[in-house]
Structures are given as structure tokens and as C-alpha cells.
């Protein structure tokens, strides 16, 4: 089964499928015939993959698991590999992985020779769902995440399900941390026409867990083709691409705080929009019902709100949220729900934000 989507920004193609391993290497070659390439792959994802791809190690760059590894020093180690391995602004990278490597690696690509062709082959839920498609590519530094980076396309995204069949519960979990978050967002994309995702979701949790590939593909289409829509409106985050961020301001926050150890990052973005619910309906942006329904779904994947005076003292949290880069002088920001599957942007002082989180 193979389905295939367009994105405008960057003209290139993505590939959801359940194809062979053989299949994709088959089309990755293809795709970069005649060039150089380098991949940079996670020492995880190599090891559990190396017999399906059998991978050049002349071609090959192998990096540590964990968010803690999008850092600088990773960054500088891509850039030297290339060079050494003698790419050439013709030449292209692939990004083998997870989020982390997707991240690293697209910003080495945005920034070697001021800019050469790379590919995304997500091999996690997350990265399936978000990271791999959009063009943000980042390193963290220890004041924050994402606060070196780009926004820089991809030349093609391999989708392919099977590397969900080796993936950790948690992982699992965190895709679907972002995967909710398009379906609270949906009207407010523009999609041409209504998924309906809040109410699949609600709908088919069983045969998503009992890993159907009709609905897991169905799934991840859905989510990209509402991210494909406000990415094609507003590729660099101007206006309409901030939705993405629903529930992102308290999770970048408790990712930073507990130095990537505590959470994975699609259950932070879940406590985040916990939060915003929370807020939402506090300040009568939502209905009862509808803030009922949406902790509900929440909470029928198995997430359950997080008591934040055990993480962090509220004061520490909202230092954290003013290094956001979403923060401004007018205060801090946050996306919230403001009707059925709508959101918007919405600024608090720091007053009224510790009046939240207590």
C-alpha cells in the first residue's frame, strides 16, 4: 500500500508505504543516483537496521541516540564528515532516524556550502507525523531547544511504517502527542476539505494500537496533509504555521528543564495542551463539552495530566517559557483552543501564567 502527497514549498514529494526494505533502498538509490551521499543515522536505528540496508560505511556517519545529541558539537561533526568524504553542493544527505537526526542533519544540510539536497527517512512516529516534513531544522543548546536553525525543505520524505515495528512503547506514544495536536488543530488549517480526525481518532484507537496498516497509513496521511496545508500558507511561521505549536510552550520548557530525560517530546507537547485546554476553558474560549471530550481522548490513549509542582517550581517553568523563541516583549505565547478542532494565538503575562500553572 502506498500512498503519496505533494508539498508546494520546496516542490517535493512524500512516500507513506508498507513497501519491503528492498523496495525503499531501491528508491533511495534511485533517488540519488549519480550523486555523493552521506547518511547520518542514529547508532540505534543502525543496529537495528544494518542487515535490511546494507549501508557503505564510506557513505556513513553513525551518532549517538537522544535529544541531548542536537547539539553543536554533532552539528560540526556532520559538516566535517562531508567535507571529508568530499560532498559537494551537488551532492546530497540523508537523514536516517528519529527527529533528532532528521533536525541535525537538515540544518548541516542548510548551512554546508551554504546549502545541499537532503532526504528524510523518518524511522519513528514522531518524526513520521511532524519533523520530517515542514522544513524546521535545529540544534539545542543548554538555555534551549531549537534555537539554532532553519527553515530549509527536503528534496524527498520516505515514509515507510515497517520501522514501526521495532519502536519503543514511549516513542510510540510520543508521535501520538503530536499526532492529537492536528486533530484539536484541523478547522483551523484549511484544509480543503473536513478529515474529520478528532472523531477517527476517537473511533479507531484499537486497530491504531493493534498496529492495522490501513489505519496507521491513514493516520499519518491525515496529520500531513493538515501540516502540508499551513506549512504550503506560511512556510517560515509568520502567521497561520503557528498552530503547530499547540501545546509546545510548556513542552519546550519541561524538555529543557529536565534535560530531555523525563519526557519524550510528544509527551510534553500532550502535558502542554493539557495545560492549554486547562487555560482555554478557565478564560470561556471553549465549551465544557468540548473540553470534556478532548481530555477524554487525551486520556483513551493512555496520557494523563501532569502534576507540574513536582517537575519544576512554577517561577522556574515561566523563566524557561520567556527563552522560547515564541516569547516576545508583549509576553508569552501560547496557541489555544478557542472552539471545536480551532485554535488560536494568545499572549499572558507573567502574572496571569503563574496564576495557570499553581
Do not use: W
Amino acid at each position: 500500500m502506498k500512498q503519496l502527497l505533494h508539498v508546494d514549498v520546496g516542490d517535493y514529494d512524500i512516500e507513506i508505504s508498507d513497501n519491503s526494505f528492498d523496495e525503499l533502498k531501491l528508491s533511495i538509490d534511485d533517488f540519488t543516483s549519480g550523486r555523493k551521499r552521506l547518511f547520518v543515522i542514529s547508532k540505534k536505528v543502525y543496529n537495528l537496521y544494518k542487515k535490511h540496508f546494507n549501508f557503505n560505511k564510506e557513505e556513513l556517519l553513525i551518532l549517538p541516540d537522544g535529544e541531548k545529541e542536537k547539539n553543536c558539537k554533532n552539528y560540526i561533526k556532520i559538516i566535517k564528515t562531508a567535507l571529508n568524504k568530499g560532498l559537494t553542493r551537488h551532492d546530497v544527505m540523508i537523514a536516517f532516524g528519529g527527529g533528532v537526526i532528521g533536525d541535525l542533519t537538515g540544518f548541516a544540510a542548510s548551512t554546508y556550502m551554504r546549502g545541499i539536497d537532503y532526504i528524510q527517512i523518518p524511522t519513528t512516529l514522531l518524526s513520521m507525523v511532524d519533523s520530517s516534513v515542514g522544513g524546521k531544522t535545529a540544534i539545542d543548546i543548554s538555555e534551549g531547544k531549537n534555537i539554532a536553525g532553519t527553515f530549509y525543505q527536503p528534496k524527498a520524505v520516505f515514509i515507510n511504517i515497517n520501522f514501526l515495528k521495532t519502536l519503543e512503547r514511549q516513542q510510540f506514544n510520543s508521535g501520538l502527542g503530536e499526532i492529537l495536536k492536528y486533530a484539536f488543530i484541523e478547522t483551523s488549517c484549511g484544509y480543503s476539505k473536513p478529515v474529520f480526525f478528532f472523531e477517527f481518532l476517537t473511533l479507531c484507537c484499537e486497530k491504531f494500537f493493534e498496529f492495522d496498516t490501513v489505519t496507521l497509513i491513514r493516520i499519518i496521511d491525515y496529520s500531513l496533509k493538515l501540516k502540508i496545508t499551513v506549512v504550503n500558507k506560511d512556510e517560515k511561521e509568520n502567521g497561520l504555521r503557528k498552530i503547530l505549536n499547540l501545546g509546545h510552550t510548556l513542552a519546550h520548557a519541561l524538555e529543557t528543564i529536565t534535560k530531555y530525560k523525563k519526557f519524550t517530546h510528544g509527551e510534553a507537547v500532550v502535558y502542554g495542551m493539557f495545560l492549554a485546554f486547562n487555560i482555554a476553558f478557565r478564560k470561556g474560549l471553549i465549551n465544557y463539552s468540548y473540553y470534556r471530550l478532548s481530555v477524554e481522548l487525551m486520556e483513551s490513549l493512555g496520557f494523563k495530566n501532569l502534576n507540574l509542582g513536582k517537575v519544576a517550581e512554577p517561577g522556574k517553568i515561566i523563566r524557561y517559557m520567556k527563552r522560547d523563541k515564541k516569547a516576545t516583549q508583549e509576553g508569552i505565547t501560547f496557541i489555544l483552543p478557542c472552539g471545536k478542532k480551532q485554535v488560536k494565538e494568545v499572549k499572558y503575562s507573567e502574572d496571569e501564567i503563574l496564576e495557570f500553572l499553581k
